[in-house]
């Protein structure tokens, strides 16, 4: 999943009082912020592959892995525990969104065996093959289109803009 | 893509559109034009991706990407 990704984490924001017991409010500042910094989080493997540090086979390894996530919310937990379940879940449902990729996650690393739903084709990491390729391909239409449409329809419940 | 999948897209994003607003629309606050339009709009992507289940150049394009390994070592 590409662009759709930012449907999905604006509408794991919506579900903020639900997942923190009423501590963080629907499309909240605090809560758009924490969803989209842990939803966005595992595509930051990207950077090292940039910069020449790390291969291209590393994007979608360590990063996307239950492990990962673990780690992420084990780290957070000591300074906000509702940071931590917001991060888990948006960092859990990042993975369920990237699942429909050929290319597979491993999810339970150290062990890497990749798991996928394989609705599209891989396309790489990054780059306009990445972009232009990821939408010559129907479930990616049907999947991400539907994020942004399931969000629309968020926002048309909560009364936030463009329904305020 | 053929011609017939965006004409699909279309129509199929009508019907969703209605579906939609009979479905969620409170009815102390309805949709206005513009935000049945903004409905509209998200509803007609993901009925295009729908339409494009059945568009050959669509399902051409998956299998001409799963040929490529995109994370093979460079040499």
């Not at chain 1, 009423?22 to 930051?44: C, K, Q, R, T, Y």
């Not at chain 1, 093959?129 to 049907?142: D, E, N, P």
């Not at chain 2, 009979?22 to 513009?34: D, H, K, N, Q, S």
């Amino acid at each position: 999943m590409q662009l759709g990704h930012v449907a999905v984490a604006f509408a794991i924001s919506s579900y903020a009082p639900e997942l923190t017991n009423g501590n963080i409010d629907a499309f909240s500042m605090e809560a758009i912020a924490v969803s989209f910094a842990a939803h966005w989080l595992p595509n930051l493997d990207v950077i090292p592959i940039w910069l020449g540090i790390a291969k291209d086979s590393f994007h979608c390894t360590w990063s996307h892995s239950l492990l990962f996530a673990a780690v992420v919310a084990l780290l957070i937990a000591p300074f906000n525990i509702w940071w931590a379940v917001l991060g888990l879940v948006s960092l859990l449902i990042h993975f369920l969104a990237d699942m429909p990729s050929s290319v597979g996650l491993p999810l339970l690393m150290p062990w890497r065996r990749r798991f996928t739903i394989n609705l599209w084709a891989d396309t790489g990491h990054s780059g306009w093959i990445a972009l232009k390729g990821t939408y010559m391909q129907a479930w990616t239409w049907l999947l991400e289109g539907g994020a942004f449409l399931f969000l629309y329809i968020r926002a048309y419940q909560e009364g936030v803009w463009p329904f305020m | 893509m053929l011609l017939r999948t965006p004409i699909i897209g279309i129509v199929l994003a009508g019907i969703v559109t209605i579906l939609l607003v009979l479905l969620f629309e409170v009815p102390g606050r309805p949709f206005t034009v513009a935000q049945a339009l903004g409905l509209y709009f998200f509803a007609l992507i993901t009925c295009i991706g729908v339409a494009m289940l059945f568009d050959p150049n669509a399902k051409k394009a998956k299998e001409d990407f799963l040929k490529i390994n995109f994370y093979e070592e460079k040499k």
